[in-house]
């Protein structure tokens, strides 16, 4: 299987600051990528899709890059709504091999 | 707008079986491939199962292979998961998801979730 890693594991951030994530796969995944944010008790919600594309109702502060083994997740000015667990997974390895990273948590500096 | 609502879990003993259900409405079930994806408590995100638009492939993780079974019933607009010989690690709170591709290739990826169900395997 293909593991998934993130960095940090969990960050502490203000309103108003730039945030972000790293993603990495232990193999090339070209960019099969996919993000996800999750709030306690509920499911979580797709934002970007093939590492750069966001998803249609996702605010413009998102944003992804990156390609083959290295990935980012960009927030570019933080706001209340956004503190949250952040998911990212691949679909690269299909169809009985997909997986997703350990998550990172933002909370509230 | 698109709705995912599943039922039937609950608290099981190992070894005993449970299905699951997923309403679909607000969009064409049957022209997309749907997903099981699982999260055990305070843990991240594993996915499960999927299951093609017209039931034609279906595809499992390996943790639930020959124990689980993905369903679809396109006239009732409901999505299933038969969990057999279940054990404590299957305890989870379980969604449905959509795929986001209509009749075409599967994506690996979900456009849509559920708001969960939670089983609980304990004896």
């Known amino acids: 299987d293909i593991q998934m890693t993130q960095s940090p594991s969990s960050l502490s951030a203000s309103v108003g600051d730039r945030v972000t994530i790293t993603c990495r796969a232990s193999?090339?995944?070209?960019?099969?990528l996919n993000w996800y944010q999750q709030k306690p008790g509920k499911a979580p919600k797709l934002l970007i899709y093939?590492?750069?594309s966001l998803q249609s109702g996702v605010p413009s502060r998102f944003s992804g890059s990156g390609s083959g083994t290295d990935f980012t997740l960009t927030i570019s000015s933080l706001q209340p709504e956004d503190f949250a667990t952040y998911y990212c997974?691949?679909?690269?390895?299909?169809?009985?091999?997909?997986?997703f990273g350990p998550g990172t948590k933002v909370d509230i500096k | 707008q698109v709705q995912l609502v599943e039922s039937g879990g609950g608290v099981v003993q190992p070894g005993r079986s449970l299905r699951l259900s997923c309403a679909a409405s607000g969009f064409t079930f049957s022209s997309y491939g749907m997903h099981w994806v699982r999260q055990a408590p305070g843990k991240g995100l594993e996915w499960v199962a999927v299951?093609?638009?017209?039931?034609?492939?279906?595809y499992y993780a390996d943790s639930v292979k020959g124990r689980f079974t993905i369903s679809r019933d396109n006239s009732k607009n409901t999505l299933y998961l038969q969990m057999n010989s279940l054990r404590v690690e299957d305890t989870a709170v379980y969604y449905c998801a959509r795929d986001p591709t209509r009749m075409a290739t599967i994506l690996y990826y979900f456009d849509y979730w559920g708001q969960g169900t939670l089983v609980t395997v304990s004896s």
């Open positions: 193999q090339t995944i070209s960019s099969y």
């Open positions: 997974q691949q679909s690269y390895s299909t169809p009985g091999g997909i997986t």
């Open positions: 093939a590492a750069s």
């Open positions: 299951i093609w638009y017209d039931g034609s492939n279906k």
